[in-house]
Each structure stands twice: as C-alpha cells, then as structure tokens.
C-alpha cells in the first residue's frame, strides 16, 4: 500500500524558516519523481515544487523561486522543503504526492499545516 | 505559464444526473512526446485531492466508470454520468505538460 506521510509544519514567525519532511513508502521510490502543492485556507491548490527520481533537477513555482529548496534522500525515503523567509501569505497546508511518470500525481500525504503569524 | 480556466466555479446537481466541468488553456498541453498530460483531481474538505483522471482520459484504478475525461489540444472536459452523493467535494484539472506545473481554480459540485 502506497503510503506518504508529511511533517514539519507549525506555527512560525514571518521571516523564520522551516523545513517540511515527507516519508513514503509502498512504491519504487527512487524511480519517481515527487512533488510539493500548497493550498491556502479557502482556496485552491497551487503547484510549489517538482523533484526527478535521481534528485539532480529540481522545478519551482516562478513565485516562489529562491526561498523554497527541495530536495530528496533515496536510501531514507524521504522528501524534504526548505522553505526560508516566511511570508504570511505561505500559511497553507503543504502536500507531498507521488509522480510517476511525470504526468500527473496518483498519491497523496494527508498534508501538513503551515501558519506564519506573528 | 499555463493558466488553466475552470468552469463554473460551482455546479448543484441532483442525484442520479449529469454533470460536466470545462478546463480551458491558452496553450496546448501537447507534449513533445505526443502525450497530454492533463488530469482531474477531486478533493472532500479536510481531505487530500485524489487522482480521478489521467493524461486526458485515462480513468485512474479504483475511479468509478461513472467518470470519464475527454478533449485535446487547450479544451478538456470531464463529465459524470450520474451524480453520487459521495461525488460533492471540488474537482480540479490539472496540467503536467509544461513547467511550471498549474491547476484549474477548482469547481464546487454540490449534491441536491
């Protein structure tokens, strides 16, 4: 059974950063690509970040390029955001998903809540 | 960037009817590979979205053959044959043919 779990999220201050984890199991991982999506309170969901299987090329969100590092561990099974200088508009629940040939995302982590406030 | 337009932003369907979403874009989810990698995603409140719809029309394992997804090129549709109450929640398309990656504004479906 596929299997994402994400963790890592809390309540921090503007300006700090954080760094969200998400283990997987139940599938060949180190031959998929993974991937983060955000969805702020109330809306829709928003594409962050994309890393290939050998975790050599990592994508991002236009918007969000420079404060958020991805990044992967193919022998823990574990994805990793960095995110740095957090902005009350990042307040969202962060998902890990599994993407398998790029195409689309099949599986999903139950998310984890960032809220920046001071 | 690939903006993809939904619509309507929100449906109320009565059991056992028909419902159909629209996802527009302005530039065509061809790949170069040929494939269009477009998909549909159905999310319950306080939940995950869950794959319902892959590269156009490809129904998911598990996805009720109540389903199906259509179109080609910047127009894709995705269609219930007869709504169940299970299906209220928000779908959204999704395309994974260019970088960055984006997904439609959502559409509430509401049950009546």
């Known amino acids: 059974e596929v299997y994402l779990l994400e963790s890592g999220g809390g309540l921090v201050q503007p300006g700090e950063s954080l760094r969200l984890s998400c283990v997987a199991s139940g599938f060949p991982f180190s031959y998929h690509a993974l991937t983060w999506v955000r969805q702020a309170p109330g809306k829709g969901l928003e594409w962050v970040s994309t890393i290939n299987r050998e975790g050599d090329r990592a994508y991002y969100a236009d918007s969000l390029q420079g404060r958020f590092i991805i990044s992967r561990d193919n022998f823990k099974h574990t994805l990793d955001l960095q995110i740095h200088s957090l902005r009350a508009d990042d307040t969202a629940t962060y998902f890990c998903a599994n993407d398998p040939s790029t195409g689309y995302y099949d599986f999903w982590g139950p998310g984890t809540q960032v809220t920046v406030s001071s | 960037d690939i903006v993809m337009t939904q619509t309507p932003l929100s449906s109320s369907v009565s059991l056992g009817q028909p419902a159909s979403i629209s996802c527009k874009s302005w530039?065509?989810?061809?790949?170069?590979?040929?494939?269009?990698?477009v998909s549909w995603l159905h999310q319950r409140p306080g939940q995950p979205p869950r794959l319902l719809i892959y590269e156009v029309s490809k129904r998911f394992p598990g996805v009720p053959d109540r389903f199906s997804g259509s179109g080609a090129g910047t127009d894709f549709t995705l269609r219930i044959s007869r709504v169940e109450p299970e299906d209220a929640g928000i779908y959204y398309c999704m395309q994974a043919t260019h970088f960055p990656r984006s997904f439609g504004g959502g559409t509430k479906v509401e049950i009546k």
């Open positions: 530039q065509s989810l061809v790949h170069d590979n040929g494939a269009t990698y």
